[in-house]
């Protein structure tokens, strides 16, 4: 077999159900390990990207929106649109900008004294198993995505109820910024 320095990948496991997908992506992070060889992994699958790379392009229309570590793409956007496609982002007015606030750092319960908050109506309900994903139209006319772990007491919330939700400052980044 010949030696290449770089190995693509076109969405090499898009036609796999999602448990042979999990495991293809152990056993091709395994096999990258041990060739050590340069992957170029190309997906769609957003979660895909994040668990197989070392470092993400996120790419629109032909052009690199951001490049970097999975973790710092998802936790620090370069743009609304890195922000929107990689994950569930909710997009809020930061003064003249945008922040975002990822739904898992958001808690149903009135702010602490170090949190931030606000209140508003779920509209919709939606069970993922290991998580339940809630849509809450804040009074502030923004419509905000919370999920939580189902091991948490959240089982009584449901289409209608008022809620109370709160996160920390630092859960929220502001997009194009390294600093929240």
Same mark, same amino acid.
């Not at 090499?12 to 992994?41: N, S």
């Not at 895909?48 to 793409?73: N, T, Y």
């Not at 743009?79 to 975002?100: C, K, P, Q, S, Y």
């Not at 919370?146 to 400052?169: C, F, H, K, M, S």
């Given at each position: 077999?010949?030696r290449?320095?770089?190995?693509l990948?076109?969405e090499?496991?898009?036609?796999?159900?999602?448990?042979?997908?999990?495991?293809?992506?152990?056993e091709?992070?395994?096999?990258?390990?041990?060739v050590?060889?340069?992957?170029?992994?190309?997906?769609?699958?957003?979660?895909?990207a994040?668990?197989m790379?070392?470092r993400?392009?996120?790419f629109?229309?032909?052009?690199v929106?951001?490049?970097?570590?999975?973790?710092?793409?998802?936790?620090h956007?370069?743009?609304?649109?890195v922000?929107?496609?990689?994950?569930?982002?909710?997009?809020l007015? +930061?003064?003249?900008? =945008? @922040?975002?606030?990822?739904?898992? &750092?958001? /808690?149903? #319960?009135p702010? %602490?004294?170090?949190?931030?908050?606000?209140?508003?109506?779920?509209?919709?309900?939606?069970?993922?198993?290991?998580?339940?994903?809630?849509?809450?139209?804040?009074?502030?006319?923004?419509?905000?995505?919370?999920?939580v772990?189902?091991?948490?007491n959240?089982t009584?919330?449901g289409?209608? +109820?008022?809620v109370? =939700? @709160?996160?920390r400052?630092?859960? &929220?980044? /502001?997009? #194009?910024s390294? %600093?929240?």
């Amino acid at each position: 077999m010949n030696r290449p320095r770089v190995l693509l990948l076109d969405e090499p496991l898009g036609a796999l159900d999602l448990k042979l997908r999990e495991e293809m992506q152990v056993e091709l992070k395994q096999m990258q390990q041990e060739v050590g060889i340069t992957f170029v992994f190309v997906t769609h699958d957003q979660g895909e990207a994040l668990s197989m790379s070392d470092r993400v392009a996120v790419f629109s229309q032909g052009r690199v929106e951001q490049v970097g570590p999975p973790q710092d793409i998802y936790e620090h956007p370069a743009t609304e649109f890195v922000a929107g496609f990689v994950g569930t982002a909710n997009l809020l007015r +930061d003064g003249d900008g =945008l @922040a975002t606030v990822r739904p898992e &750092r958001i /808690r149903f #319960g009135p702010p %602490a004294r170090d949190e931030v908050g606000t209140a508003g109506t779920v509209d919709s309900v939606q069970y993922l198993g290991s998580t339940t994903r809630y849509r809450v139209h804040t009074h502030d006319g923004v419509a905000l995505v919370v999920e939580v772990p189902n091991t948490a007491n959240t089982t009584g919330i449901g289409v209608g +109820d008022p809620v109370q =939700l @709160a996160w920390r400052p630092t859960d &929220r980044q /502001r997009v #194009g910024s390294s %600093a929240g």
